[in-house]
């Protein structure tokens, strides 16, 4: 498209095209900002929705056995749950017995999964996994980034730990990652993979555990108390390298990649282009402010995962402490919310002992089919305090879910507004309950809920769209990649919620959060968890970002962009300028002059027409100050 038509097809739409095309393109593969023209994430066959399935750590740690998971296999198949989607059966830590030295294959123990004892003096897990898919289902395994297992060195009184010498306790992938990963996947057949990351963080030459045990000593390449003392690219690059073995003995792409290294090493910035699969925090526990502090340090994250990559804030702890069926408000708020923001659904229970009111909520096919929607929009925070939250996810269809979430210990009136699930506030919303299907009398404008203490209600939404020809860009997180989000110092996300410390009670000072989310781009917010806003004017919807960002859209049939962007009146950096710039399909749309903190929004619009994808840029012009600059892209939306 020629500026002169882009200028006339602006003025007839009633839009303002600020400036000619003038901004570099930059060099594709040396700008980060340059406009390639490509989405960026790898695309991907597996996870195209959050897997789902049962992990045997919650249940038995590692006094996992043969017996145990076939069970909950044959549960999972007899009562249903494999035909909601609950197919992937998760060994976690503890089954194998050691790494033979004369050829560095691992042994199975046998003493646990008896099939595993084959002719020829092998062990092989292949006639487990093939009993697993005659029964429909897929096979997960557990190993360690590292050369030692997490359990090696937390759960020292297990009867289930690697034996031998040094060499033969060196169970993970470290120096073994192309050997152990066909082993895995061609030789045994798993189509699943959890990888730890315990050996590269615990086993430190100063380690009481190293010494105690006879360990050999790792440098660690993550400090969980410190990101500036972990080194990310080689945390990145180990995972990169599981990932490209994974690639060459699996040429069908049939295979999960989990990644377990508890939200450290900034794994939000390379997470998605590694695994199917991130973990954002650290173990969950059975417990309410464990549950909030997992909850927290993925649910504000949509605009990083999507179809093929997903936040994890770790498996279901339901059945267990606080979640166990003496606590089923509890048990189903911890379900609801995993469900609302594209969590991986994994049981962890003895499922040959689940009693019926728990069956109960991991069978409720209504939230299942909420998370597993083919959209893979997760859920944006509507709205946010410490004691309520409202979030919202876009389905396929139009249609909304909504789940309402009273985080404290008090009875509290949640009102819940067509706007903000992007609703038309002069049109009826119809309300479906997913817990027991009633359906409340449609609402105009807005309506009241009481929930009682810890309890989440969920809906699924049908209304009249508040932009009825388009669509809000934070309405859809699954079309969109943050492929630059500008963050140059990660930090530790604060407004994660802070917990008793699971392991070590009151001592110390309290452990804090790890997941370096702060500054990241958000939906409906700024990058610092505050409200959109530029020049004075609030925006309820919009993007927000840093600048020295670039963020992908999908297209398909819209033919216009547009924004209201700007500076947001938030930044700590009152100095600099940006500019802000379209993109479709690699070429340059339309773009504002430099913008500068306290000018009024400036609509930004261009054609789409035909464009498959669009990148949307703000670029600083200055550099006068070091620190971060916001930026708000209000209102961005497609239209038709």
Not at 487 to 511: I, K, L
Not at 554 to 570: C, I, L, Q, Y
Request: glycine share 10%; hydrophobic share 40%.
């Amino acid at each position: 498209m020629t500026v002169r038509s882009l200028l006339a097809s602006a003025a007839l739409a009633g839009f303002v095209v600020l400036s000619t095309p003038a901004l570099a393109q930059g060099v594709p593969g040396t700008d980060p900002l340059a406009a390639t023209g490509r989405w960026s994430i790898p695309e991907r066959s597996q996870a195209r929705t959050p897997p789902m399935g049962w992990n045997s750590w919650n249940a038995f740690r590692t006094e996992v056995d043969e017996a145990k998971v076939v069970g909950a296999a044959k549960v999972l198949v007899d009562s249903g749950l494999a035909k909601l989607g609950y197919t992937y059966v998760n060994i976690d830590d503890g089954w194998w017995l050691k790494r033979r030295q004369s050829d560095g294959r691992l042994e199975i123990r046998t003493a646990i999964f008896p099939s595993a004892k084959v002719k020829g003096g092998d062990t092989s897990f292949r006639p487990y996994t093939d009993a697993l898919h005659r029964m429909g289902l897929k096979a997960g395994i557990y190993t360690d980034i590292g050369r030692n297992a997490c359990s090696q060195a937390y759960d020292l009184h297990s009867p289930n730990l690697p034996e031998g010498t040094t060499a033969e306790r060196e169970v993970g992938l470290q120096g073994h990652v192309d050997r152990d990963i066909a082993l895995y996947f061609e030789d045994w057949g798993f189509d699943y993979i959890k990888v730890d990351a315990c050996g590269i963080n615990v086993y430190g030459p100063e380690a009481d555990i190293v010494r105690e045990h006879g360990y050999r000593a790792v440098p660690p390449l993550i400090d969980q108390a410190s990101l500036n003392r972990t080194d990310v690219p080689a945390v990145r690059a180990r995972y990169a390298e599981v990932a490209q073995a994974l690639k060459a003995h699996n040429p069908d792409g049939d295979y999960v990649l989990a990644i377990c290294n508890w939200g450290s090493a900034d794994v939000r910035s390379w997470g998605k282009d590694v695994g199917h699969l991130w973990r954002t925090s650290g173990d969950i526990t059975p417990t309410w402010t464990r549950m909030l502090h997992n909850f927290d340090s993925a649910s504000t994250r949509a605009l990083y995962a999507k179809p093929g990559a997903w936040n994890d804030p770790d498996i279901l702890f339901i059945g267990h402490g606080e979640f166990d069926q003496n606590h089923l408000t509890e048990a189903r708020s911890h379900f609801a919310l995993w469900a609302m923001i594209n969590a991986p659904l994994l049981i962890s229970y003895d499922l040959r002992q689940a009693p019926p009111s728990l069956m109960d909520i991991w069978g409720n096919a209504d939230i299942v089919r909420l998370n597993q929607d083919p959209g893979g929009h997760q859920g944006v925070i509507a709205y946010a305090s410490d004691d309520v939250q409202i979030i919202v996810k876009t389905l396929t269809g139009g249609r909304k879910a909504v789940a309402l979430f009273n985080r404290g210990l008090g009875k509290t009136d949640v009102t819940l507004t067509a706007a903000q699930l992007k609703f038309a506030v002069d049109a009826p919303v119809q309300l479906k309950n997913l817990w027991d299907k009633t359906t409340p009398p449609p609402f105009t404008g807005e309506t009241t809920f009481t929930l009682e203490p810890r309890q989440t209600l969920i809906f699924e939404a049908t209304g009249t769209r508040q932009l009825r020809d388009g669509v809000y860009l934070s309405e859809i997180p699954g079309d969109v990649n943050v492929a630059v989000d500008g963050v140059v110092a990660p930090e530790p996300d604060p407004v994660v919620h802070r917990m008793r410390n699971a392991w070590g009670e009151t001592r110390g000072s309290g452990e804090r959060p790890v997941y370096a989310g702060w500054g990241g781009a958000q939906a409906d917010a700024t990058p610092y968890d505050q409200a959109l806003r530029i020049g004075g004017q609030g925006f309820d919807t919009g993007i927000g970002v840093l600048a020295n960002s670039r963020i992908e859209v999908r297209n398909s049939e819209n033919t216009r962009f547009e924004a209201k962007v700007g500076v947001d009146d938030s930044t700590r950096n009152t100095r600099d300028k940006v500019r802000f710039a379209v993109y479709g399909d690699g070429q340059l749309l339309a773009q504002t002059p430099p913008m500068g903190l306290g000018e009024a929004p400036r609509v930004l619009a261009a054609d789409i027409k035909g464009v498959r994808l669009v990148e949307i840029v703000a670029r600083s012009e200055t550099q006068a100050s070091d620190l971060p600059l916001v930026v708000a892209w209000g209102d961005a939306a497609l239209r038709r």
